[in-house]
């Protein structure tokens, strides 16, 4: 009885690797949409229902 959750496992990560990872728009640079200024991307979250991320520690 072990060998159908072994084999489903198997199954699943051999299929992994034939995945595409999926490509990030071209305004966006890892995966995440920076904004120009805190206003807008304040703008933007509230216009989402999101949550904000403020990077404080990174220069640029």
Known sequence: M??????????????????EPPKAPPNQKGGVQWE?????????AIGEGKLLFVDILTDG
């Open 36 to 44: 120009a200024s805190y206003e807008q991307a304040r703008a933007r």
């Open 2 to 19: 072990r060998f159908v959750p072994i084999a489903v496992a198997l199954l699943v990560a051999a299929s992994a690797g034939f995945a």
